[in-house]
């Protein structure tokens, strides 16, 4: 069975820049959300993804946007980079609605520095 | 919104010692569950909790999940240094507006001193 993987691992952007993090869910998962660490903080919740459509949102703005394919895997997009975009990106897939306890499993990250 | 509050922020403990770590709402939660996470990675699954009063061991770690649900503890007894690293918990709501979302808290940082 394989995990929660994500690319790439590291990434320096600068200010107004656009990036796409990419993330492939654990085999039989069919859901992916999307959290953002700041360095020293939990993770805040950005939106996850089912069945191709967005399921639910955070408190992000619109610049923050994603994609789910057919074989689940998942993308995140950031446009007009700011400086406070800086963080730990974090992947996770689960069951959905398939799951009565919604655990997530998360993937390594993507850690996104903005210059 | 849900809130989960974490306490303490940060622990640094000696081998050996006992600790216990809060996390506390004023949101009723439908499970909760508790990571581990090390520098650079992402957080590690270490259970989930689903029923009000519930008690989970995991070798040296207790986990309890409030008769309300709104609130959970962990214990680590006898901690050793390869217990060091950032503990999460993170409160489900099922069905929200905001789909199956985990709402996090702070965290506790644990270091575990030989």
């Known amino acids: 069975e394989t995990g929660v993987t994500q690319s790439p691992t590291h990434l320096i952007k600068t200010r107004g820049q656009q990036v796409t993090l990419r993330c492939s869910s654990q085999s039989g998962h069919n859901t992916v959300s999307w959290y953002q660490q700041a360095l020293g903080q939990g993770p805040q919740f950005i939106f996850q993804?089912?069945?191709?459509?967005?399921?639910g949102r955070g408190n992000f703005p619109p610049r923050f946007s994603g994609l789910q394919f057919p074989n689940y895997s998942s993308e995140l997009n950031v446009n007009a980079l700011e400086l406070d975009d800086s963080a730990l990106y974090l992947c996770?897939?689960?069951?959905?609605?398939?799951?009565?306890?919604?655990?997530?499993?998360f993937g390594p990250g993507t850690r996104l520095t903005v210059l | 919104t849900q809130l989960l509050e974490q306490s303490p922020q940060f622990l640094s403990i000696q081998e050996g010692e006992n600790l216990t770590v809060y996390c506390n709402s004023s949101?009723?939660?439908?499970?909760l569950q508790w990571y581990r996470q090390e520098p650079g990675e992402g957080p590690v699954l270490l259970v989930t909790?689903?029923?009000?009063?519930e008690v989970k061991k995991l070798k040296r770690l207790t986990f309890q999940f409030g008769d309300a649900r709104k609130d959970s503890s962990l214990h680590i007894t006898a901690a050793q240094p390869g217990d060091t690293g950032l503990y999460l918990c993170a409160g489900s709501v099922m069905n929200n507006n905001a789909g199956n979302m985990l709402t996090f808290g702070g965290g506790t940082r644990l270091m575990v001193k030989p």
């Open positions: 996770a897939s689960s069951l959905g609605q398939l799951s009565s306890y919604n655990e997530q499993f």
């Open positions: 949101s009723v939660f439908s499970s």
């Open positions: 909790v689903v029923t009000g009063g």
């Open positions: 993804y089912y069945r191709e459509e967005e399921n």
